[in-house]
């Protein structure tokens, strides 16, 4: 639900050519057809959506590490166990969204079957936005789960250094005539994106977002930054804060159920030993559908929920708002507006973009 | 996590005699011995764990209900649609505590035929605890969540009354040599009684816990209860507390994702539909079992499980601080404290339970 800084000499690139771009870098870099296209796919969803930390600017990183080998191009996931409503599956060290995408469509599938389906993911690779793969359920009349962990940084109830990462739940659910419910949170309190636009800006944060190397709150963005850089201590705080007096311990509760959920139910890396290997990440994700008709009709079901929705909007604002949000609503907002008007790229990841296209000979699109 | 308050004056009971006091008092309203048995269990389980809130204290509003006839001393609950992975099932105004278990007990046996079990219950009432049934799956070998919607008294985001309630939940995962992970939570701020504590002890709240009828943070207890009390508006903030800057938003967001598990999908009430009617609340719940089994060998498992845990207690600590927490810890604790030193009981909720002694006839222990 928070807003993202268009950064200052942004230029704004019509989405179908930035498409077009990843599809063919990702393709000169050996990756399949088809799997570019869904990579890029979540990609642009990211982007159009107002998470731009989690669009093409993360191009580079994947470039990287498909020529490092960390990143298996051709990588195919393998189902190694499965029962009629869960299956656990290795990524090969594919592209993790390419991974989470055949995860979710076979939780999916499970689920047309039998009601339910979970499919947890080990040996994958960062996989972008969760909400991606979440609303993939909503067409089938489900309710989706997806869930990833992802590398250290947020620092558990009166710790000093990361040990989870911001492990991201993203949860869908149908609605009637409205926008579904879409919720894709990070469990800390903030991304590590905001705590870099504060250091742009020069600005102070709030108490209550990051710790320095003592495991106390910081406002000082740069400290926060260099010290997980350098592996010092510090990091960010879980949804909640610092210590228990806003009940910091429950974000740390959802964080560690992430890991535990997407990293020891798989098998994949768990806290520390996430991206700890430079050859293989061993990021893990769990997905899940639930096929509402098992319940109840999908049509009783989602008139509740647009009756539901419509109690929260409807309800009194506090002194000073004139809207209430439901989850996902600024997102499918800011993607009809980026659709029409473009997608903002700031000068860096321009620069690592234009670099991309020297490296590899496809051509820069603006 | 947190700590409750002994309040001033309390007498300490044996757990033995509060527990065959409860099941006296429901067997004389006419609960089913078997039943009865239930109740205090999860009853007790709460006063021994260290939320008195939900424990023996919630004796008197159970008795007023049943005699008031929204809650059916013999209500049995009954599958209404079920798969095998699934089922919905109606708890025809039964306690809250048998209607839950029963309904813990068909999520765990669909998952040992189906790996996976979910079970969403409409009409029931107040059900205790949310980690009493998330525990169940433990000794299964599962993974077990619970949840229940709840009265409105949580105020969305840019919102002024409470829509939502504290919407509880709760996940319990099986380890090795450890105590479980038992993560239990309110998906707001702080709970009720915590504000209640402030109250009597005249101290001011810090910002972010809750609002007054303006939709803005107030430090005035009395203010927030009064003004629930009468429905003036006011409430306690999400996780995540006070508007986005600390992502409250997250906060409210999953509250209303237990209100759509709990009520949109069993077709409970939801919003400020819950209790609304006073003949009955409605009350929804939502359990989950899954075998770990399905997706690797639990031995496996557990080890990583404790690996995991292991990382986050010896992590280094914040300054001023020696030891790291696991959820359910300090539940653990305090329930082999009480097991051996009894329970304490505030003096208010002695005396509605000498009045319940003197109202129904059973003996009081103390």
Redesign the interface.
């Known amino acids: 639900?928070?807003k993202e800084e268009v950064i200052e000499g942004s230029i704004w690139v019509p989405e179908p050519g930035l498409r077009a771009f990843t599809v063919a870098v990702l393709r000169r870099l050996g990756v399949p057809a088809a799997d570019a296209k869904v990579a890029a796919d979540v990609l642009m969803a990211a982007d159009l959506r107002g998470i731009g930390s989690h669009g093409v600017a993360r191009l580079p990183r994947y470039v990287t590490g498909i020529k490092g080998g960390s990143i298996v191009p051709k990588g195919s996931s393998r189902t190694v166990?499965q029962?009629?409503?869960?299956a656990?599956v290795d990524g090969g060290n594919g592209l993790g969204q390419v991974v989470a995408r055949r995860g979710m469509e076979l939780a999916i599938r499970k689920a047309r079957q039998?009601?339910?389906g979970?499919v947890?993911v080990r040996n994958s690779n960062h996989f972008g936005i969760a909400g991606y793969y979440s609303m993939m359920a909503l067409k089938a009349g489900m309710?989706g789960l997806a869930s990833t962990n992802a590398a250290p940084l947020v620092?558990?109830?009166?710790?000093?250094?990361a040990?989870?990462g911001t492990n991201p739940i993203s949860?869908a659910?149908p609605t009637g005539g409205d926008e579904p419910?879409v919720?894709d949170?990070a469990t800390s309190?903030?991304p590590r994106g905001t705590i870099e636009v504060y250091d742009r800006q020069a600005k102070e944060m709030?108490h209550?977002?990051a710790?320095d190397t003592?495991?106390?709150s910081t406002t000082k963005p740069r400290a926060v930054l260099e010290a997980l850089a350098k592996r010092l201590?510090g990091g960010i705080l879980p949804?909640?804060?610092e210590g228990?007096?806003?009940?910091g311990?429950?974000?740390y509760?959802?964080a560690?159920?992430v890991?535990?959920?997407c990293?020891?139910?798989?098998?994949a890396a768990?806290?520390?030993d996430v991206y700890a290997d430079e050859d293989a990440a061993n990021v893990g994700h769990f997905f899940g559908a639930?096929?509402?008709r098992?319940?109840?009709p999908l049509n009783?079901?989602k008139r509740?929920?647009d009756?539901?929705l419509r109690?929260?909007r409807d309800?009194?604002?506090?002194?000073g708002?004139d809207?209430?949000?439901?989850?996902g609503e600024k997102s499918f907002a800011m993607e009809r507006e980026r659709r029409a008007k473009g997608i903002p790229l700031g000068p860096k990841v321009v620069e690592s973009l234009r670099k991309i296209s020297g490296d590899t000979g496809v051509q820069w699109i603006a």
Chains 1, 2 share one sequence.
């Open positions: 639900m928070g166990k029962t009629r409503a869960t656990l039998t009601a339910v979970f947890a309710i620092v558990p109830t009166f710790g000093r250094t040990v989870l949860v659910v419910f919720l949170m309190v903030v709030p209550g977002w710790v003592t495991g106390h201590g949804l909640g804060g228990e007096e806003f009940s311990h429950k974000g509760g959802l560690l159920l890991d535990i959920l990293g020891a139910l798989p098998g768990t806290g520390l639930i096929d509402v098992a319940f109840r009783a079901f509740d929920m009756k539901l109690t929260l309800s009194p604002k506090a002194q708002h809207h209430i949000y439901v989850h």
